[in-house]
């Protein structure tokens, strides 16, 4: 507010309040909202079990036993420990193959959303800086990839080579960048109007200098926020993938091949598929819950809220 | 309060007196709910709105005049608070109202306005449209044809050309003095007895601005409606109000007749406001003097065109001819001043200058080289020895990096220095433009315009420019900010031999600080001469209605209704044969439609572009 | 009406080169992949001699450019060849019976499979869509109109809690809820219009979160505008502005969501729900002919799942354009 009398700060005084940058504004915002730490809570425990879980669970995740198999979890008639969750049909514990299953799945989500976020928005930006023909080329390029369901380019892929972690990854990553690309290129084709950039220019700087040092550290943050969505989203491909037979391959436990293993038992033993699949649920779902809390938070903090 | 306060309230004085008030509000307060607390944004205001009269409330920014005039429709939202006081319209309290009633009263009996018209409306529907779907939800007994015929009628009556084929027009094809228009329409069609105008020609060009307050003017006396006018122009509300409010940081201070305020201001806030309207003619200072050094920019005939696609045909383009043919040259330590409304060509131009864009046609020299052949690092060179300051002071600068850091920017990428020299340089060119050390290592968030308009200017500085362009570089900073950056400059100027360029629409600053002037229309330079001969003896009559239509509170050369433009310049796509000023000019001749005048250069070294022989405008009504 | 004309001959033709090259990426890939097809068509049993001279005769050993080309010349005639695998009577000839006397003839052709699986297809995605419609519209205006209220949160926790389901597991689970336990509703294969409920809401529930949160975003974007406070004090009630411009103004962003990222989930769901199913549409065909390696299949699946998706691209943003009039094009 200025006034006749409060003139601007005056030229020695230096800003009274602590200001923030927008990246810490957001998390503040998204850390106030209780979703966020039930979120996160879940989470936590849930990652503490993962790395824990299979040194304290006196069982075996591979190991087959005859004696134990089709084992209900410890809440249902039937059940024993140590095998919390009950065991499958070849008498493995279903607790640590789900936690095997997720930690597995959980790498790969966050491996792959990584690599898509930069091959993306790298792409993303440079088309939307460069503009003109380099921006057509590219943008329809990105429309080629889009037009390709990534369920056939991954059973394709993927079912006709051998599936490992590092071609699930490829897979994820090839299939999901041009979103990216989407998206940065949109926010930079704003940025690239505004003054700062143009002041950039005039001060010399090149265009690769401005792209890295100027527009990418403005948009990369708000975009990566969401990413937290897209981990979750590729943790559900890995499942899919598993499910259909082209993830990763027996006997390392995966969530796809689990829930595939049980639908022939489903009426005996109906925990084999539905008991996994709802751990997995709760992962992805505080997953979710925190990218989403975090999507809001961002959209608050940038149409100017506080 | 004062004298005058109570004449005018009094009966026996007040020519309304007969009928009662269209509006009375008393005891208006109004909070606003922050973390930290309530804070006052209005208190105890008083107010009275005569029948068929223009009251005019003048507030600088902050003074809380929009919160006043969205109270006085009752239309305050959180974290905004009416805390005491009653809205009296028509026997009734506005604030008690059902908010049904209420509702049913907003824009049929009481029409408000706002400062923001481009985004007023739907932008996916026809402007028309959305007026006609106004007045039939306040007016549902008109037959559909009635109604659109009385919505082409209206705007038909606030002079916008063509109205049966603008109805069907989307608010992005209309200007922003088009759009103000046309939300004059829809604030008037339904007859209301009350208009609330928030700020109306704040985005707009003084010329368009002039059209519009006449416009308004007459529309008062044609309609019968009372008006509020709001504004932070002194100048403005003066052209158009009968009384006059004076708001200062929520508290009505004074209150008179518009001529009484003028010549009798009591307040000292008032007298204040008054003494900041910048003077153009009644000046004491004298303008600055054409320099005689080296020539350091020497613009050539410069052209640029920009191609856009023509929805109307197939694979078709239309172009739109920015800037046309465009010369001067700036002398070594003068300050060279470029003048024109929206859409002249200035911003163009400032993108050819700054070598950010390359023009189709002709050549821009600096030190006697064509800046469009270079390339690599003698562009880099150019570049340390010719800035461009930008206008916008929020968004030159990036936010995510520390004040220090962006100062030092431009040094690291021309490679100057060591870490311990460029951080050296750094916080010497602070302090040189006044900015804290302590701002060093701190984020630009939560810095004033004015402090981040110094970081910008320390940015530039840090490289040791010989010429700076200056693109509205000031026009967003309050004028206590803008006198003070305008000394630094000075000083700059008299310590490092710095050459500016403003490029501005700000007649009065560039009255205060160019020696010469150029004057754009249409993409192209009307007239070109020194300070005093453009604002005392202008010999084109386009840069004669700019002067005339300045909101200033003195009196002036140029009478406004003898320059009074019609319409608004234009289209660059569509630049009319002849002469492009015709169109618009009160003097335009037979001969001014076929031959498009040339540069006529006269004996004192200035020019302009005009049929008419020099003397033959009418003669200038103030000598200097 | 110049505007129409075109955008749509811009567009087509940016369109038919995407689909070239997509048909070329594909077809490519199908052939540098492990796996000679002439092995596939003959069958383990097949001596190399005879392989050879089949391949040779079937243009299987020409440079991939020229069997691209020739493909090309055959899909434009509406050709998209024969399966190496399935029978014109139907059923899977197994690839090993005929060795000496392989017979193109005697396959399936592709465009007849696909014109078979494809309305199964379109019934599953329709009444999928349809459910969808049903939980996104309300939670999401709701949301969107009273965003920071509790509809709001319903809307973040429905869409939470959907996309952290993942189709194979809601499959299993619905037919083990609806179909194994308490027999309501049939659930694999296809022997009528009641096997398509339960993939149908697999569908939706895969698909109603992306609705959910692009909804309640672009109308409460939407009500946040200038225009719409100035509308309220215009005079127009909060009702009309919400029917006529918020929604019109709204419907922008979620044609594009619909065009770009809507149609690929729905494509990819369809995969793996008709899997999950064994629905004859489509996506069973498709993940069949993986595990066989029948490429002529797979690639006329890709080329018209892409040509589908560059088709409603292009409508979407035409609607959009039109809505919006300043959206360029």
Redesign the interface.
Known sequence: MTSSTATAAGTTAAPKTKYRGVTARILRRAWGQTEMKVAASIFLALTLLTLFGPYIIDASATKMSVANKFLPPIFMEGGKLPHFLGTDQLGRDLLLRSLIGLRNAFAIGVVSVVGMFILGCAIGIYSGYRGGLTDVILMRLTDVQMSIPVVILAITVLGMSRPSPLTIIAVLILASWPVYARVARGVTLAERQKEYVRAAKILGASDLRIMVRHIAPSILPPIAFVAVLDVARMMIFEAIFGFIGIGIQPPTPTFGTIIASGTQYLLNAWWITIVPGVLLALALGSLNLMGGVLERARNHILQGGE | MSKSLATHMSPASNSHAAMAPVMEVRGLSVVVNTAAGERNILTDIDLTVAPRSVLGIIG????GKTVLSRAM?N?LKPPLAITKGSVRYDGRDLLTLPAATM?GL???EI??I?A?PT???????PVGHQIL??LR??APELTPQAARQRVIDTLDAVRIPSPKQRFDE?P?QFSGGMMQRAMIV??LV?NPKLLIADNITQPLDVTVAAQILRLLRDLQKDFDTSIVFVSSSLGIVSEIADDMIVL??GHIVERQSVRGLLATPEHA?TK??IA?VPMIWASAETPPVPSSGDIVLDVRDVGKTYRV?D??????ERQVRAVRGVSFTVRRGENFGIIGESGCGKSTLSRLL???EQPDAGQIQFEGRDIATLKGRD??GL??RF??L???PY???????SIGRTIA??LL??GLGSRREIEHKVKDVMAEV???P??YN??P???????RQRV?IA??LV?EPELLILDETLSSL?Q??QAKLLDLFETLQVKRGITYVYISHDLAMVRRVCARIAVMYLGRIVELADNDTMYWRSAHPYTRALLSAVPTVEAKPYRTATYLLEGEPPDPIDIPPGCSFRTRCPFAFDRCATDDPSQTIYADGNASACHLPLNSLPAPELAH | MAFAIEFFLRRISQGVVIVILVAFVIFTLLRIVPGDPIRIILGPMASAAALEEKATELGLRDPIYVQFGRFMGQVTTGDFGRSFIRGAQGGSAGGSQDAAGYNPESRASVSGLIANALPYSLQLAALGIAFAFLVAIPIGLGAGLRAGKWPDRLGLYVSSLFVSLPNIWVGVVLIFLLSAKTGWLPAIGYQGFAYTIIPAMVLAIELSPVMIRAISVSVAANLGEVYFDVGLVRGLSRRTMVAKHVLRNAAVPLLNLFGAQMIGMLLGGLFVVEYIFSYPGIGMLTINAVFQRDFPIIQAVAILASAALVAINMLVDFASTTIDRRLKF
């Not at chain 2, 600088?60 to 003074?63: D, V």
């Not at chain 2, 985004?119 to 529907?125: C, F, H, I, K, Y």
């Open positions: 600088e920014s902050g003074s429709v239309w509702a907003r824009g049929r029409a408000y706002g923001n985004s007023a409306l739907d932008p996916t529907v779907e106004k939800a306040v989307y992005f829809d604030a339904s200062d940081r806030y204040e406001l900041k696609r929805r109307k045909a197939i694979f078709a700054s070598c950010l562009l880099l570049r340390r800035q461009l930008l206008q916008d968004n030159a600068i990036a936010a995510h990096a920017e431009p990428i021309h006044g900015l804290a302590a701002l701190q984020l968030i939560g810095l004033s315009a004015g402090q910008n940015r530039a490289l309050d206590v900010e």
